[in-house]
């Protein structure tokens, strides 16, 4: 397989070019490349720092600013500053419900499956979109910084996201103007970055800890033939440095005997001790006291208390280690490395508490808090071909998958994934009553599945009459070490099952490769946006579809005003369905959606009622 890349700003091929390595994280994110001296370096443009506050802020021109300025605004435009986006990354509301009250932000609640949007200015914004911002702002950083134009990437994941979380993230990488040529693990790449893993001959067992801001977790990973295999990972993605901070301001409120109510409406005098109780917290890896004042406020504090405070948190983590090694089935002496990732790490008392646990002196010679960018660069630069030490193992050169609602391709292996691979993902239906569902397998990069090629289409027949969204239909991809791919759908509650053959690679030449790839990247930005066009469509639908059933069946329920209501703001949705405004699309969605939840609401309550009347006690 060639290797190509494309100059975007001239158009022309070149035959080397920069990859850059990104460490996409929840607090701060870095990009990092191989310098002339042929090691990883995080790039620090005009000085601005290494790392990269993830956090987008957008102005009144809905225009967006990443970074240190961002994170200004916090206090001061708090519903228009956008920090964490990781976490909700490839998620549903259903999935950060529990959580949404760490959010400033207003966060679109559509009491469905369908991913999160956020809500700032007068605009709708996808996770991938505002990750996109942050990745974007890299790219412009590294571009600057080394002269040349920088348009392709890996980028590092935890090593628990899920497939969705992993596709949103090339999603992003696609929309910022990069080519993602790979999404590694963060333990993966932390281990890369001390070296380990780069010999074939070496088999290794590590572990890695990685306590960031605001998450924390542990993997277990196994290292074969050059090949990383995660044996478990644990953890909790709402455990990390801030809740250190947390810990050190609720202590300096108690020693102080601050209001605590009065002190909440003081949004200013909150965020400058929260900064300071960081800034205690940070020179307490390196000395014993701290000791500050903001006007009449003490802010002092001791190790020893610092300690304490945070003794319970730091548990929790050694408790997730225990975890993680039991789901591996290993013992504690089966690990020959511990890896320490993330800023918190810096902390003393984590640090030997990791020690403890695990008996062995951790690696920490590497910045904690730059050792994944690094990897990632290391990553990349394999990837290139220039370390004719390592064995590029054999890769598949274009995407696959099946087409999804309204023509789009759902990506199953993507590209680059190392073959022999499997990959598999469900699906439902979309209509009450379906019976049949089309499966039609297709290869390449583009969104539409019309841009791409067809490999093959078959019908999964005979699944059981059930209402639309029951029927689980596993699609299962197996593409072994012959390029042959083996497209399987199995319908989970009858057990309906039907399967393929195909060999992607026929009649597929290098020329067309080449030219399915740049055509990607030439439309990466037009590709996107149609996507998220028909998506928003597919979910205004579909809230259509139920929101009329709704009306229909309960009608009992509603005075004629509301029913009169309803009908505006679905007339209202429809009417927005026929433009091709993914923003208006949305904002009728949610006007309907907030209209009507007290609605379904009420007649929950009802149905609850009327269970109780009928129950004999
Ligand atoms: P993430 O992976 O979540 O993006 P980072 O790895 O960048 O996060 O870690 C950020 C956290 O590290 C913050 O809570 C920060 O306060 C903490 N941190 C940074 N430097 C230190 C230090 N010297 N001592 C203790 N904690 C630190
Ligand atoms: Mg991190």
């Not at 620090?44 to 993830?54: E, I, R, W």
């Not at 290139?384 to 590029?392: C, E, H, K, T, V």
Request: charge should be negative.
């Amino acid at each position: 397989m060639a290797k190509i890349s494309i100059n975007l700003a001239t158009g022309s091929l070149q035959q080397e070019e920069i990859i850059v390595g990104i460490d996409l994280g929840t607090t701060n994110s870095l990009v990092a490349f191989i310098n002339p001296d042929k090691n990883p370096q995080v790039i620090n443009d005009s000085g601005k720092g290494l790392l990269v506050p993830s956090v987008v802020y957008f102005n009144s021109h809905n225009e967006a600013i990443v970074g240190n300025e961002a994170k200004e605004f916090l206090t001061t435009d708090p519903a228009n500053t956008i920090f964490s986006v990781k976490r909700l990354l490839g998620r549903s509301y259903k999935d950060v419900a529990e959580h949404s009250d760490i959010f400033s932000y207003k966060i679109i609640d559509d009491d469905s499956d369908a991913l999160v949007k956020i809500h700032a200015g007068d605009r709708f914004y996808t996770p991938i979109e505002l990750s996109a911002e942050i990745l974007k702002e890299l790219k412009a950083r590294a571009e600057h910084a080394l002269k040349t134009p920088v348009n392709r990437a890996v980028i590092t994941v935890p090593a628990y996201f899920n497939d969705s979380q992993r596709q949103a993230t090339r999603d992003a990488g696609k929309l910022a103007g990069l080519d993602v040529m790979r999404i590694v693990n963060e333990p993966t790449a932390a281990s890369l970055a001390y070296g380990i893993g780069l010999d074939p001959t070496q088999q290794k067992t590590i572990a890695v800890y990685d306590l960031g801001g605001g998450t924390f977790d542990v993997s277990i990973l196994q290292i074969q033939n050059g090949i990383f295999e995660v044996l478990a990972t644990n953890g909790n993605t709402y455990l990390g440095g801030d809740d250190f901070d947390r810990a050190i301001l609720n202590y300096w409120i108690e020693q102080n005997k601050l209001d605590k109510a009065e002190l909440a409406n003081n949004n200013v005098l909150m965020q400058t001790l929260r900064l300071q109780a960081e800034a205690a917290k940070k020179a307490l890896s390196s000395q014993n006291l701290y000791n500050e004042q903001v006007g009449e406020i003490w802010c002092t504090l001791d190790k020893q208390t610092f300690e304490k405070l945070i003794a319970a948190k730091v548990d929790e983590t050694i408790t997730a280690c225990k975890n993680a090694l039991q789901d591996s089935g290993l013992a504690v002496t089966a690990i020959d490395e511990v890896i320490l990732v993330g800023g918190s790490t810096r902390t003393p008392y984590v640090k030997k508490q990791v020690e403890a646990f695990f008996g062995k002196k951790p690696q920490d010679n590497i910045n904690p808090d730059e050792v994944v960018a690094l990897g990632a660069a290391i990553q990349a630069d394999v990837l290139a071909g220039n370390r004719s030490d390592i064995l590029l193992l054999d890769v598949t050169p274009l995407s696959l998958g099946i087409e999804t609602m309204g023509g789009l391709m759902d990506v199953i292996i993507a590209r680059n994934s190392k073959v022999p691979t499997k990959a598999g993902r469900q699906y439902t239906t979309s209509i009450d009553g379906q019976v049949n569902m089309k499966i039609a397998v297709y290869q390449g990069e583009r969104d539409l599945v019309k841009e791409n090629r067809k490999l093959a289409e078959f019908d999964l027949k005979g699944i059981p009459a059930m209402p639309a969204g029951l029927p689980k239909v596993d699609i299962n991809f197996l593409l072994n070490a012959d390029g042959i791919l083996t497209v399987q759908a199995i319908e989970l509650r009858s057990g309906v099952k039907q399967e393929i053959e195909v060999k992607p690679s026929y009649g597929l030449t290098d020329d067309t490769v080449e030219k399915m790839l740049i055509d990607s990247i030439t439309h990466a930005q037009s590709d996107v946006a149609q996507r998220m066009l028909i998506e928003a469509r597919s979910e205004g639908e579909q809230l259509l579809y139920t929101a009329e059933r709704f009306v229909e069946k309960h009608a009992e329920h509603l005075t004629q005003a509301e029913i009169r209501d309803t009908q505006l703001y679905i007339s209202a949705l429809k009417n927005a369905l026929t433009l091709n405004d993914k923003d208006l699309i949305l904002k009728k969605a949610d006007e309907l959606n907030e209209f009507t939840r007290p609605f379904a609401e009420r007649v929950m309550d009802a149905a609850i009622s009327t269970a109780m009347k009928g129950k004999k006690i």
